[in-house]
Structures are given as C-alpha cells and as structure tokens.
C-alpha cells in the first residue's frame, strides 16, 4: 500500500509538526510500504526543514519526494528526504544562506553569541545534508549557499539534487493504474497490454 501526502506551504513548525502527525497515524494504522511526498514550497525555516529532512529520511519504508513549482532551500532540504527524488519539468529550487531575524537586539554579548552559535550550526548541517545527497563537496555547496542559486529541473538533475524527472505530475496512483518510469526517455509511459502484444505478434508473422 502507498500513501500520498502534499506540502505546498511554508517549511515551518507547524507545517512540519501537521506533516509528521499525519504521516505517523498512516504507516502505523496501515500496511504502508511505499510514501510519495509531492512538494512545493517557496519559503520556510531551515530548522524545520532539516527536522522534516531527519524524519523521512528516518521511516522504514520507501519514501519517493516529487518536485514542482517553486522550492526554496528549506523545502529543497525535505526534498533530499527521499529515497527516490523526481523532478517535474519547470520546477526551479532557490538555494541560498539561511536569514534570520534576532528578536532581542538589546541582550548583551554572550546571548547574541549563543544565538548566532545556532544559525551557524544549522547552516553547516544544511550544507553537510545537501552535498552529502547529491555527492558534491562541501566547499561548492557553501560557495552556492553564499553567492545564491535558482537551479532549473535539469540542472537539478546534473547536481545529483533529483535521480529522475516527469514532465506531468503523476495524477494518479502509477501502480494501480499501470504506469512506470521509463528509464530510457524519462517519462510516464504506458505499458503494453497483452491484446496488443498478440497484435503485434500477428503482425510480425503475416
């Protein structure tokens, strides 16, 4: 059995928080083996998606993540959750430094410090998690998260960020309905019934 789930708001606490709980009561009331988790994202805090990143990469079962539209780095993050990563065709991840806002700008030095300690932290795991995904060293992936990126699918592809691409989002469940990735041009094909192969067979023989 698979599931589907879609997360097309911002990469935040309770997006992640909503995402997990409902994941959780789905593989652990049902025979689950497979999750496809569609994502389109255009903000969100890099925390939250290396939490949601941590948690699918944690399930013990096949997780598939499918990009579309538009992904900022925090939704990039959970899409490197994914056992299998595919991107649809025209979908654009926007990588860049993490921004954050600190709140009490009158608390003295030591605070500041232990605040900044953190962004630093987490912008070191966002690019440990990113270049260990896609196999690139660290040092491109920082100097990419420094200068900005907008990467197109096919440049996603070349990064090793995504493993396949579609040019339409799966509209249906692709098992159920007889549908499968064709490794040789990349798209949603339909396979062969067996009248048709009979068919084909006459054909040959005549």
């Not at 890099?46 to 079962?61: E, Q, R, V």
């Not at 990563?85 to 003295?108: C, L, N, S």
């Not at 992936?141 to 339409?168: T, Y």
Request: aromatic content about 8%; proline content about 2%.
């Amino acid at each position: 059995m698979e599931i589907w789930y879609t997360l097309t708001g911002t990469v935040d606490r309770r997006e992640v928080q909503d995402s997990i709980k409902w994941i959780n009561d789905e593989i652990y009331s049902k025979p689950v083996k497979q999750l496809r988790f569609l994502l389109a994202a255009g903000g969100g805090e890099i925390g939250s998606g290396i939490n949601l990143y941590t948690y699918l990469k944690a399930l013990p079962i096949e997780v598939e993540t499918i990009a579309f539209g538009e992904v900022d780095v925090a939704a990039a993050l959970v899409f490197l959750g994914g056992n299998r990563r595919i991107v649809v065709d025209g979908a654009r991840f926007f990588f860049r430094e993490g921004r954050y806002t600190i709140i009490d700008q009158t608390a003295p030095v030591h605070a500041h410090e232990e605040v900044i300690s953190v962004f630093r932290r987490e912008q070191n795991e966002m690019t440990y998690i990113i270049a260990n995904e896609t196999g690139n060293d660290t040092e491109v992936v920082a100097q990419m998260l420094r200068k900005s990126k907008i990467m197109q699918s096919d440049e996603a592809l070349a990064f090793g960020l995504a493993h396949d691409h579609l040019n339409k989002l799966p509209l249906h469940q692709q098992e159920k309905f007889g549908f499968q990735l064709n490794e040789s041009n990349r798209n949603l094909q339909r396979p062969v019934d067996s009248k048709e192969r009979i068919r084909a067979k006459k054909k040959e023989n005549s």
